[in-house]
């Protein structure tokens, strides 16, 4: 894995939870569209880079498939990042309240989301190896 991909997942996921969570105001009905992230996001997301060697051994699958992959593999990790966080009372985040919560630190109504997110760090490393 690449030093650079990694950085390059950690800034990109950084911006992409900003977003999402700016997004998420609209629903509060809060116009201010304030986001946030945590400092510990980023070594988070930079290991999305692991998806673009797994991306050179399936990329002949249909993307819905390895967006699947992506998302069980972000799942998996989510899940042991999170756990880990929540022990030392450092996790950023808690979906506790969320129907579809395991264990407040994955959230099974976010595949699409990180099945999305997976494509498109697929698509971010593809053009960072080309460089």
């Known amino acids: 894995m690449k030093g650079q991909n990694f950085l390059i997942c950690g800034l990109t996921g950084w ?14 009905h809060d116009g201010r569209l ?6 510990w996001m980023f070594p988070i997301y930079g290991m999305a880079a692991c998806i ?10 249909p993307a819905l498939l390895r967006a699947l992959l992506y998302s069980l593999g972000i799942f998996s990790f989510e899940y042991c990042s ?12 808690d ?10 630190v994955i959230r099974l109504d ?3 989301f990180w099945m999305a997110a997976g ?3 697929e698509r971010i ?6 460089q």
């Open 125 to 130: 490393l593809i053009h960072a190896d080309k």
């Open 82 to 93: 999170g756990s880990l966080l929540k022990k030392y009372h450092l996790c950023p985040w």
């Open 110 to 112: 976010y595949a699409p």
């Open 95 to 104: 979906y506790s309240d969320s129907k579809t919560n395991i264990d407040g």
């Open 52 to 61: 673009y060697p797994i991306y050179k051994k399936i990329k002949r699958t």
């Open 34 to 39: 304030i986001g946030h992230t945590s400092v």
């Open 119 to 121: 494509l498109l760090f």
């Open 15 to 28: 911006c992409m939870e900003i977003l999402f969570t700016s997004a998420g105001s609209l629903f509060r």
